[in-house]
Structure formats: C-alpha cells, structure tokens
C-alpha cells in the first residue's frame, strides 16, 4: 500500500536526465505531493501543484506502461523558448557556468528565475533552438537535464499536470555497471548514496 500510493522506487537505465540521475540510480519517487489515484477510476485525491525546478515521474506519451522523469521548466501561461542551447522563461535568458567535460557530453550549471541545477548538452556545435511556446492552463513545460538526448516537452509538448505521478526527491543506492564483461559485480557509487535531488 505504501508503495502503491506514498512513495515507491523506480530504476534509472539511460542518460536522459544525466548528470542529475545517472544509470544505475536508483531514485526515490514521493507520490503524494500530486495526489493519490484511485484504482480502477483514473481520478485523484489531493491533487497538488508541481513547483518549477521539481523532477517529477509520469507516464511516458506514447507508452503509458513505462515512466518517464524529467524536470518542469515551464508552469501555466510561462513563454518558454530556446536560442542556441541557452533557454529563456519569461523574457529572462539563463545564465551558464563555464562547461566542463562530462561523461555524456559537457556540464553546465544553469540559472535562471531562482532556481539552478546542472544540465548536460551533447557540445557546443549543437546549438539547437525551439520556440518560444506559451504554456497552457493545467499543464507544464517538462525539459530533460541532457538537453540533446532525449525527448521531452519541445517533441511531445506540455504535459497536464493531472498525469504527474510522483516527484522524485533522492537517489538511495547507485550501482556503476562495468561496460566490458557483463558478469562482473558492479560497483557501489557512495556519494550517490542517499543523494538529493534538486
């Protein structure tokens, strides 16, 4: 029951929001900030209000079977756009640290509106725009951390914020999978342990 309707724990197994969650995390998911569903009926109790900045879980469009995680950028009625990697809320452009070499491309931590996390784009020569999109009533504007490898709100568009299942809140145990011989043990990544996620 506790699983079912409070807080349950779900598997990382891509680099879709690296470097906040990685492969091999496994995060904690905290449903009750965005209700409890009712079996058997498709409605909430309790429906709440996802913050921008929160990394929330939801069905993935197009296969509601699996989930998907990715952080809300944009709430109801913000202009959202992106002018060559560099996004833009409200009129406001984010402001970027230097990047550094990552696993999945280059790290940057980006600012913008109060809130600032870090963010991962495949290069500098990928300088993709979108937009700018108006967000709608009842939904939000999801974007992923690694900005160039996943799909997210600028291919399938807003996400109703009926359909968020649970906010992700921290990384509990994390395992390092060797890439070359699959039946070694991995390895425990200890300052993922009980980790934040912000």
Known sequence: MVRLFVISSMQVVNDHMSPTLLPGDYAVAYRL???IRIPLSGS???????SRGD???FPCPGDARSSCVSRVMGLSGDRVEIQGERLILNGEMAEYSSPEEHRSGLLLTESVLG?????????QEANRSFG???VGPGHVFLLSDHRDLSKDSRSYGAVPVASLEARISMVWVSWSWPKEARSALPALRWGRVLKAVQ
Do not use: D, E, R
Not at 44 to 50: A, E, S, V
């Open 33 to 35: 900030p965005f209700g």
């Open 44 to 50: 909430k109790i309790g429906k709440g209000k996802p």
């Open 55 to 57: 990394v929330v879980m």
């Open 115 to 123: 809130m600032s996390h870090q963010i991962a784009i495949a290069g």
């Open 132 to 134: 700018p999109v108006i």
